[in-house]
């Protein structure tokens, strides 16, 4: 990290203002070369303050600027660090940043900014991975709980755990060096309890990691049902756009329709797919064979229903398909004349059930509460719940927690206190591999790798 490198840290395109970062030993000297600021001056500015100027390159002015300049280490990245307030367009912006490369910056890779935090110890490995959670956030869900881990939620949670462990293995280790004046009798007894509570503690943690994927990465939801009973109308209405075609011909849609929705505080990944009938044409049949396939691996099922009409056998058919999946009956097209006999309606008795207009856009709010009810029930603590965000967590967690299983193993079996701090040592290491400790340089490469550019 003895280089200083620079990227820009905004979306790329037009708009007001851009943002080039420049972070490193040299930052404030080249800010100064492309200001034409004497080194005095350089050395005059004082941390946390925005100064008025221009860049400079060999032809002339490039753009008139705010530069604030950061002395580390109360900085992002605990480096210097100079952020250019430029004009938005996408070629002056670019034409700042080839300025910096070309005063002494080295280009960023992606995620570079946000590894010299880690990597300088300002945030852990869970607090990095909640920065790029925060920007690709989709729901307010999704924000409220990547800010818990941002401030080090994650972290927190696991302190005690690997405190505890590495207490325990210290004392083992003293004992065994120093047997004199360090006994070990009845210390396994008292192991034993440490190690069921920090198998409880990660439990608590993990009885959540569900909830943490389904809050970042939104709710797997397949649209199904025969054709034309509304699922692309129905679509269309959740989406507040026009994404599916609507016809009165049965067989519309043929192949599966992909659409992030947000409802309130929600984020639903939907498929809507061919409905769903016996059919000669391949073409369709295919599509068929891909919504059933969407059905096993979706975390919600919103089974359209026309009540203008009797349910059919193909109704019956999908009804009897998705009683073990979550399920919402969407009974759809509520401003006709309702066909379904009350017989008919006591079949929906095990379902959670929605009354819905799609054509005339009425009825959504009860599918809201439903579902947050469904996998969240009704509301989620952010208080004092911290969610995992990726399987990378929630698997090292795991293995600790096996590692701490096989501890009690040992000590049920009497074996020696030297024996099990091999299996204390692994534990203490999963732990470690959740915020980066003991994380390989490999495994952080690749993190980072999948973060934007300028962060």
């Keep these: 990290m003895n280089d200083t490198i620079t990227a820009i840290s905004t979306a790329v395109g037009n708009s007001g203002i851009s943002i080039i970062r420049i972070s490193g030993d040299e930052a404030f000297d080249i800010a100064g070369k492309l200001m034409k600021l004497s080194s005095t001056d ?15 390159n060999e032809a002339g ?20 660090v100079v952020e250019i307030n430029c004009h938005g367009g ?28 880690f990597l300088s110890g300002r945030i852990d490995l869970t607090q ?38 590495l207490t325990d293995m210290a004392y083992i280790e003293a004992a065994l060096d120093d047997p004199e004046h360090m006994s070990l009798d009845g210390k396994a007894e008292e192991i034993r309890e440490n190690v069921i509570n920090n198998i409880n503690a990660l439990n608590n943690i993990l ?5 943490g994927r389904i809050i970042k990465e939104g709710i797997k939801t397949v649209i199904v049902g025969k054709p034309n009973v509304g699922k692309s109308s129905f679509l269309n209405y959740i989406s507040g756009e026009e994404v599916a075609i609507v016809t009165d011909i049965p067989g519309t849609t043929r192949d599966a329709l992909l659409q992030n929705v947000s409802l309130g505080d929600i984020s639903l990944n939907i498929v809507d797919t061919a409905g769903i009938r016996e059919t000669d044409n391949e073409i369709e049949r295919m599509g068929i064979e891909r919504a059933k396939e969407h059905l096993s691996d979706a975390d919600l ?60 856009r009425i009825g959504i709010e009860r599918l809201t509460e439903i579902i947050k009810e469904m996998f969240f029930n009704g509301e ?10 990726n399987l990378r967590q929630e698997g090292a967690i795991r293995r ?31 732990i470690g591999e959740v915020t980066g400790d003991t994380t390989s340089e490999d495994l952080a490469d690749k993190i980072f790798k999948d973060f934007c550019m300028g962060k």
């Excluded at 989709?138 to 696991?158: C, P």
């Excluded at 309702?338 to 929906?348: A, I």
């Excluded at 989620?380 to 965000?389: P, R």
Aim: charged residues 30%; without cysteine; negative net charge.
């Design 42 to 56: 350089v050395e005059k500015i004082k941390t946390h303050t925005i100064k008025y100027g221009h860049i400079y």
């Design 61 to 80: 002015i490039v753009d008139e600027v705010l530069v604030s300049f950061m002395k580390g280490p109360k900085t992002y990245t605990r480096e210097d």
């Design 90 to 117: 996408a070629f002056i912006t670019k034409k700042v940043l080839e300025t910096a490369i070309k005063a002494g910056a080295r280009p960023a890779e992606p995620g570079e900014f946000t590894k010299r935090a």
């Design 128 to 165: 990095a991975e909640a920065v790029m959670d925060i920007i690709r956030a989709d729901s307010d869900y999704a924000i409220k709980s990547a800010g818990r881990r941002l401030n080090g939620g994650i972290g927190d949670k696991l302190k005690p755990v690997k405190d505890s462990i």
């Design 207 to 211: 009885e959540n990691a569900g909830k």
């Design 301 to 360: 099922v919103l089974m359209i229903i026309d009540v203008s009409k009797p349910l059919s056998t193909e109704d019956k058919e999908l009804l009897a398909e998705i009683k073990s999946k979550k399920t919402v009956l969407i009974l759809n097209k509520t401003d006709l004349e309702r066909g379904l006999t009350d017989e008919e309606y006591k079949e929906f008795s095990e379902f959670n059930l929605v009354e819905i207009s799609a054509k005339k």
């Design 380 to 389: 989620l603590d952010f208080n004092n719940e911290i969610y995992l965000s």
């Design 400 to 430: 600790a927690k096996e590692s701490l299983n096989m501890v009690l193993e040992s000590i049920d079996s009497g074996v020696s206190e030297d024996f099990y701090t091999i299996d204390l040592m692994n534990a203490y290491n999963a």
